[in-house]
Structure formats: C-alpha cells, structure tokens
C-alpha cells in the first residue's frame, strides 16, 4: 500500500484524478481495515480542518473533526451529536471524522439521516474551487475526486434521530431523523430519502440479512409514531 501526502486540495484532487482505484484517507476506520482493496491512499490529514466554530447563526465542523469530538461538543445541536454518538465504539469515535462518515453517504450511516433533516450543507473543493451545496445535492451528484472541507449545520437545528438495529454495534437497519418539519430516513442496503413525514413511502426498500423488505417499511411507518421516542437498538 502506497500513501500520498499532499499538502493541499488541488493536489489531493490531481492524485485521486490520476490513481485509478485510490480513495482519500481521513480518520482510516473504512479503507485501512484489513483486506482494504486500496493500493493507493491519498492521506488528506495533513490540510483538512478538524475545529469545530460557531460562526454566525451556523456551526462549522471541520471534516476532520472525530466522532467524538463532534458527540462531545457544547455548540453542536443535539441532534447531530447524537447521530456522532450511535457510533457505538469508543475507539472508532475517536479515529472516525464526520467528513469520512458523510463522504461515504452509507444508508446505514452514523451522520446521514441527521445531516439531510438539519438540511446541512458541505464545503466542497470540486477540482476547480470550494463551494458549499445542500448534504443532499452532495448525495445525489457529487463526483468521487471531490474533497469534502466541513460541515455547516443551524445551531439552532431542533430535532431528533432513531437508529434501528438489532444490537447497538450491528448496522443499522433503518435511520430516521426529523428537525421541525423536515424529516429523512435511510434503510440498508441502500434507500435514502428526505421530504416530508411520510416520504419514507417513496423509498425502494429490499430485503436483506437484516430483515425484509415489509419489515423495513413497518418500521419506518412506526418510527415517528406519537409518543414514539428515543433511540433503539
Ligand atoms: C466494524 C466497523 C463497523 C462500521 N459500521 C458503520 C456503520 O454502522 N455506519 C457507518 O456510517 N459507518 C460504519 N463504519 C465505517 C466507518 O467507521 C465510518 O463510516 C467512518 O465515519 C468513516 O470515516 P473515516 O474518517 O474513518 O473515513 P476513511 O476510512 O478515512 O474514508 C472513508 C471513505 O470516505 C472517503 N473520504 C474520507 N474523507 C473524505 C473527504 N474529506 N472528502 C471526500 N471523501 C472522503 C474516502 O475516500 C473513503 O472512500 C464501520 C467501520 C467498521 C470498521
């Protein structure tokens, strides 16, 4: 395994660009773990920003900031510090940054629920400059090479999120989040959605070894049931 040390974005980018097959390394806990497929490693550390500011009405989460940090801040809206808190490992909330979990946009993901219904948006260095897009637009079009910078999410974001999994380290089976009257929901292997209550109706869902497609969706429809809160597991 080969790791690069740029010291900059344009150059991060270049690599990723010109190495077919590398991926950038942030906090390591997906592409350093044993039997990674990657050869080429383009380790972002060295120029990524991991403070967390607040900064107008907005917090600022470097992408570099780790789980933990972020679940342990006092300006991070409890909603997001819980999603960074159902990573259930110490050790992995301290290697793990928020950008390497939103980059990876997994529909089991700590962060993504939590991140579409706060409607955060990204710091993206896209080849050509940093501009900052809706969490969602990322999910839908961002192109592999581009650099996630940090996070920007309302301090003032109120709500909640549930993640639902048969044990508190096993993937999550379903995720829902809602602030005000924003909500989204993801379901392994691979729905994501946000809207409105109810838009976990348009989701394709699968079965899975985690349960089937109807279980899913039961799930889903009881998540924000009333009088139905907290976290499970
Ligand atoms: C046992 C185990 C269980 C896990 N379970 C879960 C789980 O249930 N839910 C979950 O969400 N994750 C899970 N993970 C994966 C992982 O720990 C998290 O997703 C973590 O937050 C990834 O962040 P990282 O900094 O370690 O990313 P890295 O491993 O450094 O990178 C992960 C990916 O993100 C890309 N990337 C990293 N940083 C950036 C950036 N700034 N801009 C653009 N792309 C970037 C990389 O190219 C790579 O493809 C699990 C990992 C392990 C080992």
């Keep these: 395994m080969r790791i690069h040390r740029p010291s900059a974005p344009e150059e991060a980018y270049r690599l990723r660009k010109e190495i077919a097959g590398s991926a950038y390394l942030l906090g390591g806990t997906t592409v350093l773990t044993l039997g990674s497929e990657f050869e080429d490693l383009i380790d972002i550390n060295g120029f990524i920003p991991g403070a967390i500011t607040a900064e107008g009405s907005n917090v600022v989460i470097g992408a570099g900031a780790k789980l933990e940090d972020v679940a342990s801040s006092g300006i991070v809206p409890p909603v997001i510090r819980t999603a960074a808190a159902s990573c259930p490992s110490l050790q992995q909330r301290n290697m793990a940054a928020i950008g390497g979990n939103a980059a990876s946009c997994?529909?089991?993901?700590?962060?993504?629920?939590?991140?579409?219904?706060?409607?955060?948006?990204?710091?993206?260095?896209d080849g050509s400059s940093a501009r900052s897009i809706l969490y969602y637009d990322y999910i839908k079009n961002h192109e592999p090479e581009w650099i996630v910078l940090s996070i920007s999410v309302d301090s003032n974001a109120d709500g909640t999120v549930k993640r639902i999994s048969r044990a508190s380290h096993m993937h999550a089976v379903v995720t829902a989040a809602r602030c005000g009257d924003h909500y989204a929901y993801t379901a392994m292997p691979s729905a994501i959605i946000s809207g409105v209550c109810d838009c976990y109706k348009d989701?394709?869902?699968?079965?899975?070894?985690?349960?089937?497609?109807?279980y899913k969706r039961y799930l889903l429809s009881v998540i924000f049931e009333e009088g139905n809160d907290g976290n499970k597991s």
């Design 106 to 125: 997994r529909a089991d993901g700590y962060m993504t629920a939590a991140l579409l219904a706060s409607t955060a948006t990204v710091l993206v260095y």
């Design 203 to 214: 989701m394709v869902l699968e079965s899975d070894t985690l349960g089937s497609a109807e």
